[in-house]
């Protein structure tokens, strides 16, 4: 298939070619992070991006890579995602996940699960150890006990923090239908990575909306919503409001304009951009391309994200030299 | 853009794309279209239902074509009633699920506990607003419950118990899961305990996931999906249909499209936003389809079926899989076919 496969081909900035160089990218969702949290929530992304690195470094692949990442981030109470996660409008955690290889499209996913501290790797394991691409709830929780996941007491998942933050909003009964950009929404953690052999994976980890009704899917354990990777085009994981992503299935938009050509810049503002234009929903992305262009946009407040862009060429272990960190107000 | 709309007499010979080419010069036809200018005849209202890509047991075909038939005529009453896409595309499927022919509703092939999971997707062009359940039990069309989950919360995924628990409070009544249980599904659920059985092959026999799109007078375009997922899944298994792109999409500006077959390909190349970019790209709703398929083949290594519409009334019926119980309703004729190449048409209010 001609359109399928020569995409990929195109690519700009012609000299990135010749050095194939590992990046990952992290994001811990984009919000309007108030100031308390702003600073815990930029260490936090700085440190998975380290741990998402140190696995490339180490000769790990993408996969390996935005998995590690993903798991710092959800065993970090500072985001919404495993410990520390929001809870639903009965007081509980449930958590949603994707994990995608774009070396063969294949993923694994997990929505609505329970009592599961790191629902990536559970989400890898839907996609390495069953004939399925997706698990849901009781299945999913099933599914975990039969492969040997440990399962967390309730409690464990739970912050402070966000058990006074429920206690405050769960009056509004009508929380999630206002407009996503209000100091109390909370987001999704994601990363991608593209490996030295040129390898692209994404993940994206989610306790979802505060206050969200039982059994509420959001974008991010949908394919092509929360997160997509193809080694054609890149690798996409997006946070903001869920409902939106979900409407312009923001990750595979994203991935369409750089198939025809657009950098990953351009291409993620433009989906931002039709996502705010056609169902008014802000949101995020993190992407990469198989040549190691990245990208880490947003039209909300605020976006915690880090990069680490280890070039080939420059393989001295500089612990805090490579960093590239930016944080943008839009 | 069919040559329908510059000869008359001749029905839904469609222009050739690469691979289309051979294969729909072939149509078999039982054409009672009149010679009538019918280029004059307005292409809307227009509905699509399938009923299923695999390969459908020759016994069991009769049942799939009447049950398609049927169903695209409920679609269509819907329609001339002046009712809106999304209302013509929620009643067929209703009639599908309602059918036990088909894996969906009633008819649901069972998860290997030998319970009935179902998924169901609708979406609407005009807002890109859609509603989605995953795994519900005991409900016998969750492709109403989809819609409520569009109309009635802010969300757009429910998920098994919060998804019932949503029923309930919508007044939903619960059915016992006996009552979508057939003899046929309990059957083949059985069968493929065995540890040699090989469901995803034997699923072949009858996919039967079902879907419609329908575009209505205004232009409005919708889509619809149902399914009962994959013979002896896991419980708590999540197919493409309930996920947005990958079991349907509705765009006002580009198209609908509702899918069919190997559930776990469909999703990896977000089969339904796949076709619909590529008729962003200019492609026609055939060559859009085809296109889609041969990439899910190529790329995924899975077959299947689509049913597609633009907002101008232009539709197809496209699949990579050896059939697809596929029926449509245009300008008061009926279309339906079952084999590659087929499209037997007439007159909409002749009973079949």
Redesign the interface.
């Known amino acids: 298939?001609a359109?399928?496969s020569s995409p990929g081909m195109k690519r700009e900035d012609p000299d990135r070619n010749s050095k194939m160089s590992a990046v990952v990218v992290v994001h811990g969702g984009a919000w309007a992070i108030p100031d308390q949290l702003a600073e815990a929530s930029v260490d936090g992304v700085k440190a998975a991006a380290c741990e998402g690195s140190s696995v490339l470094k180490r000769g790990g692949s993408a996969l390996d890579a935005v998995e590690a990442a993903v798991r710092a981030l959800e065993d970090n109470p500072a985001f919404n995602a495993g410990h520390g996660a929001t809870l639903n409008a009965d007081g509980e955690v449930e958590l949603d996940a994707i994990i995608m290889d774009g070396r063969t499209?294949?993923?694994g996913?997990v929505?609505?699960v329970k009592n599961i501290a790191n629902p990536v790797s559970l989400a890898r394991a839907v996609m390495e150890k069953?004939?399925?691409?997706?698990?849901?709830?009781?299945?999913?929780n099933?599914?975990a006990e039969s492969i040997g996941v440990v399962t967390v007491p309730p409690d464990t998942l739970l912050t402070e923090y966000e058990k006074k933050e429920w206690e405050k909003h769960k009056t509004y009964v009508?929380g999630?239908?206002e407009d996503f950009n209000t100091q109390w929404a909370h987001d999704t953690v994601g990363a991608v990575a593209v490996d030295r052999a040129g390898n692209v994976a994404c993940a994206t980890s989610t306790g979802g909306i505060r206050n969200?009704?039982?059994?509420?899917?959001?974008d991010s354990p949908?394919?092509?919503?929360g997160g997509?990777a193809d080694n054609l085009s890149g690798a996409v994981s997006c946070t903001g409001h869920?409902?939106s992503i979900?409407?312009?299935?923001l990750a595979?938009l994203i991935l369409?304009h750089v198939e025809r050509g657009k950098s990953v810049a351009d291409s993620s503002q433009l989906s931002l951009q039709y996502m705010a234009d056609?169902?008014r929903g802000a949101g995020g992305s993190i992407v990469v391309s198989p040549s190691g262009q990245w990208a880490a946009t947003f039209t909300t407040d605020r976006m915690a994200w880090a990069a680490v862009d280890q070039d080939v060429l420059c393989s001295l272990p500089a612990p805090r030299g490579q960093w590239a960190i930016r944080r943008l107000l839009t | 853009m069919t040559l329908e709309q510059t000869e008359p007499g001749m029905q839904e010979i469609k222009p050739a794309s690469f691979m289309s080419l051979i294969a729909t010069l072939k149509p078999v036809s039982t054409s009672r279209l009149s010679t009538f200018p019918s280029q004059l005849i307005d292409m809307l209202p227009v509905v699509v239902v399938h009923g299923g890509a695999g390969h459908i047991p020759k016994e069991r075909s009769e049942l799939s074509t009447s049950g398609v038939t049927s169903a695209v005529r409920a679609g269509y009453a819907v329609l001339r009633g002046g009712g809106s896409s999304m209302d013509a595309v929620v009643e067929a499927v209703t009639y599908l699920e309602n059918n036990p022919a088909f894996n969906a509703g009633c008819g649901s092939v069972l998860n290997v506990k030998g319970d009935v999971e179902m998924d169901a997707f609708v979406m609407e062009g005009k807002t890109l607003g859609s509603g989605a359940v995953s795994a519900v039990r005991n409900i016998a069309n969750p492709i109403q419950l989809a819609r409520l989950v569009m109309d009635k919360t802010s969300h757009l995924c429910l998920t098994a118990e919060g998804a019932k628990q949503f029923a309930r409070s919508m007044g939903v009544p619960e059915v016992p899961q006996e009552s979508l249980i057939t003899e046929y599904s309990r059957m083949r659920w059985r069968k493929n305990l065995a540890p040699d059985a090989n469901p995803v092959e034997c699923q072949m026999g009858k996919m039967g996931t079902v879907g419609a799109v329908a575009v209505d007078s205004q232009g409005n375009v919708a889509c619809a999906t149902s399914t009962g997922g994959i013979l002896n899944k896991m419980e708590g298994r999540v197919g493409d249909t309930p996920c947005i792109g990958c079991g349907g999409y509705a765009d006002n500006m580009v198209g609908a499209v509702s899918t069919t077959g190997h559930g776990e390909a469909i999703m990896k190349v977000v089969l339904a936003k796949h076709i619909l970019y590529q008729m962003e790209q200019g492609q026609s709703v055939e060559a859009a389809s085809d296109l889609g398929l041969a990439c899910m083949k190529f790329r995924a290594a899975g077959l299947g079926g689509v049913i597609t519409v633009d907002p101008q009334g232009h539709w197809a019926a496209r699949f990579s899989s050896r059939q697809m119980a596929w029926a449509a309703a245009q300008k008061d004729t009926l279309h339906y076919g079952l084999y590659e190449g087929e499209n037997f048409t007439q007159s909409i209010d002749v009973q079949h």
């Open positions: 298939m359109e399928s499209l294949a993923s996913a929505s609505s069953t004939a399925h691409v997706m698990l849901t709830s009781r299945g999913a099933l599914f009508t999630v239908d969200k009704m039982v059994g509420r899917v959001g949908v394919i092509g919503a997509y869920g409902e979900l409407k312009v299935t595979r369409s056609r169902v």
